[in-house]
């Protein structure tokens, strides 16, 4: 095979950490029944509703998000224990205890699903809720915890991360003194020791977690109770219903590597990344007759052809018989696969120290992709952390940034990063800090990555007076905002997926938010002030100017200047003379083969223009 390498070749560095982030999860989302979930209260709706709003809320963000996740729903505190209505929901060897079923079996998100969670929420009696389950209370929330274990048992899938998420209103489910508290610590050890997370939604503003779920809490999560802060019910419903169309990724390394300090020094980190861009879902052919999807394969193949232009002898050529070529000064180099890799490859992975240079020599322009973040891992080298940490605060100190080398990955060519430290901000609305402690990967540019623009080189900037600049300092100080990456969702996954939810679901105009359209009525009331003195030193705003029409100013008789190559017949010896003199970019593929034809040269039918010039140079040297 040979083709110019160099033009496929991109640097896609981010899309090779996608199979970093695979994993399946579980989530098994467990509902107090009991009567006080179902008071409704004046003109609002009964809490179990407002569950019912937030699982069918938390199901669409997994079928966007994590369409491979398991999820299920539990019912405590009811009366019945229905069977499943069809067999595929019945799991062999899971049987729900006393006073709790299993409304849906933990499994991968599906729209049928979500159908029957709107399905019961929109019914007046809850889909007949009070005859086919009913209430009841007290409920050990030991056995709650051993069911939905049993369910992440018995799904069939090794998880990543296994989590319960209880909603309740009732802030003390056991007394202190009794049985049922003690056995619900001791599941929650088994809990933390078989690391299943447990999270609280509270559905009441009065809950106080205090009483009971606080030492539950902390036994299953491992945290000091001291240090531990309770769920509120307000902020515990807003981040549920808070949605973003975007992939859901685990918070896993991309990569571990060693950082050489030097030759005899050296400390691990794993590397991280900061930003993902959208993923949206795969299109696949289907055979419009029968709806059946078409699989596609892509085979190699060298074939001989004859001098007549006849096909002769084919053959399938496989991954290690192929080989890659590159033009360069007329020559065909050819390189095997093996041996590109090798030359894009200098150094091994990992990263090694250059030196340091002040952090003001980082700026805007050296920004080439989006940054990483290094965090030490102590299970690779012992005594990482302690090294990373020392480092990390001595150039926070001396406000300094380490140049390094950077290889991420074996045949991934070696980068120029620095390493800066930064501190941690300020939390955002979902409790997440906005930015870590620890060192982020800059990426510098190369000398030939830097380009010099003319233009920037002139000295043709205006002069702006000092009324001017006050002018739009008040502009400036009018129309500023708040800002925050999280305020802003990408516009056309929104719209997406809003459509396909539509389509989905019978939905008649869905509404799409636009974040990102500037409030125009608010803007125009907080300049409506200056705009007069805008005008006044500005001038009115300049209309557009006229486009340039083709042939301006010339002969209007003339013809318009065809572009491209030539098609029209040339002679022969102004061709061959063109042909000569290298300016071949002038004759098409079609005015060569129909001189060659003419010279009674055959075969040329599957020759590209290469090869057709190089005929017509060996027919005059001949």
Known sequence: MSSDWRANQSDGEEDDHEDAFAGRSGLILTVDCASYMFAQEAETESRFVEVLHLIEAMMRNKVVTSETDLVGVVFYNTQHNPAPETEDELQPGLVAPRQCAIYLPLTATSVGMIRNIRGMRESDDLSGFDTKYGHSQNTSLSNVLWLCSRMFAHCGYKLGQSTIVLFTSNDQPHDLSSNEYQQALVKARDMQQKEIFVELVPMSSSFDCGKFYKEFLCT?????????????????????????????????????????????????????????????????????????????????????????????????????????????????????????????????????????????????????????????????????????????????????????????????????????????????????????????????????????????????????????TDAFKKVIKKVKFKFHPSHFEDPTSQNLFINIESLVFDVEDAELFDSTRPDCERIDTKLDPIITDMERLFGEDPADGPKRRRNEGGDNDAEPRAKGPRNAPVEDAELVKLVQQGKVGSLTIAVLKDYLQRQGVRGISQLPKSGLVDKILAMETT
């Open 220 to 468: 299953v999560l491992e945290e000091d109770m001291e240090e531990f802060e309770c769920p509120v019910y307000e902020r515990s419903k807003e981040r549920l219903l808070h949605r973003l169309f975007v992939r859901s990724y685990k918070k896993r390394s991309i990569a571990g590597l060693k950082w050489y300090l030097s030759d005899d020094i050296s400390l691990a980190v794993n590397v991280y990344s900061l930003r993902r861009s959208p993923r949206y879902p795969k299109k696949v052919r289907l055979l419009r007759t029968t709806n059946e999807i078409i699989v596609s394969k892509r085979v190699h193949v060298s074939s001989t052809i004859s001098e007549d232009g006849d096909e002769e002898e084919s053959k399938v050529i496989m991954a290690g018989e192929q080989r890659k070529s590159i033009t360069i000064g007329g020559e065909k180099v050819s390189f095997k696969p093996e041996e590109v890799a090798q030359m894009k490859q200098l150094l091994p992975p990992g990263i090694r120290l250059l030196g340091f240079k002040p952090a003001s020599i980082i700026n805007m322009t050296n920004h080439l992709r989006s940054s990483l973040f290094l965090y030490p891992n102590e299970h690779y080298i012992n005594g990482s952390t302690t090294l990373y940490r020392a480092l990390y605060e001595k150039c926070l100190e001396k406000n300094q940034v380490a140049f390094c080398m950077f290889t991420m990955r074996r045949k991934q060519p070696s980068k120029l990063v620095a390493l800066v430290p930064q501190t941690e901000l300020t939390h955002d609305l979902m409790g997440e800090p906005d930015r870590h402690c620890g060192f982020r990967v800059e990426f510098i540019p190369y000398a030939g990555d830097i380009r010099t623009l003319s233009f920037l080189e002139e000295d043709s900037v205006p002069k702006v007076t000092d009324e001017q």
